[in-house]
């Protein structure tokens, strides 16, 4: 938008361009930068009927040029502008671009379209993303239940072999103690019968004893006789 005075903007005027960008390519004109879209357009839009209903157009400023007057006049930069001569014609070519509201549309179409595009490629790089976790998830899921079915397996084959040594212990313990009754009752059994034995020795050496010393009175008796 280009603004054209005798002296610098009102207070009024000013804050209205607070959020613009100010240039000065000559002592009598300044050119404020809007954005470069639907919005920036609106803006520069509405503020150049603002100027129209102060009766500060480029009209008035074209009649009155080199009035005394003393103050602002603005209007949106056109076709006109930009290619006039000058110091204001030549920033306008150097550092703005030329377009139609047709040109906007255009490029908030292919800004859209653009972004449209980018959307589904994030999208479909998403989903890649997705289908490689749910892949890496499933991979990872089966082998979590291959390691649960292998422990249950290994689990339940411990504790058979830990039933099966309980057993065997049990059996083992139980043999031990039946063969140790066992060599016990026979051990008594054996002491009882070398005690008969014993007993049955000693008779017989008493009878002995008494045999023989019959025997011998026998032989005195024999003796003795004329």
């Known amino acids: 938008m280009v603004f054209a005075m005798q002296q610098s903007l009102g207070k009024r005027w000013c804050k209205l361009l607070a959020s613009?960008?100010?240039?000065?390519p000559e002592t009598v004109a300044v050119v404020a930068e809007f954005n470069s879209d639907w919005s920036g357009?609106?803006?520069?839009?509405?503020?150049?009927?603002?100027?129209e209903r102060e009766g500060?157009?480029?009209?008035?400023?074209?009649?009155?040029?080199?009035?005394?007057e003393s103050k602002a006049y603005g209007w949106c930069a056109r076709a006109e502008d930009?290619?006039?001569?000058?110091?204001?014609?030549e920033y306008l070519s150097k550092e703005g671009k030329l377009r139609t509201v047709?040109?906007?549309?255009?490029?908030?179409?292919?800004?859209?379209?653009?972004?449209?595009?980018e959307l589904s490629s994030m999208i479909a790089?998403?989903?890649?993303?997705?289908?490689?976790?749910?892949?890496?998830?499933?991979?990872?899921?089966?082998?979590?239940?291959?390691?649960?079915?292998?422990?249950?397996?290994l689990d339940?084959?411990?504790?058979?072999?830990?039933k099966k040594m309980h057993q065997m212990s049990i059996r083992s313990i139980q043999k031990i103690l039946e063969d140790k009754e066992r060599l016990s009752n026979e051990l008594e059994a054996?002491?009882?019968?070398?005690?008969?034995?014993?007993?049955?020795?000693e008779k017989k050496e008493t009878l002995t004893e008494l045999e023989r010393q019959k025997l011998d009175e026998e032989k005195k008796k024999v003796i003795i006789s004329p």
Do not use: H
């Open 156 to 162: 339940e084959a411990y504790a058979e072999e830990t």
């Open 20 to 24: 613009c960008t100010l240039t000065w």
């Open 190 to 201: 054996k002491m009882l019968r070398l005690k008969n034995w014993s007993k049955e020795l």
């Open 82 to 89: 930009y290619n006039s001569e000058g110091p204001i014609g």
């Open 102 to 117: 047709s040109d906007i549309s255009q490029e908030k179409a292919e800004d859209r379209n653009s972004v449209l595009e």
């Open 125 to 153: 790089m998403t989903n890649e993303d997705l289908n490689k976790v749910q892949y890496s998830y499933n991979e990872t899921a089966m082998l979590l239940k291959r390691v649960k079915d292998q422990k249950k397996n």
């Open 56 to 68: 500060c157009s480029k009209k008035e400023w074209v009649e009155k040029r080199g009035d005394s």
């Open 41 to 51: 357009f609106a803006s520069a839009t509405e503020l150049e009927k603002e100027f």
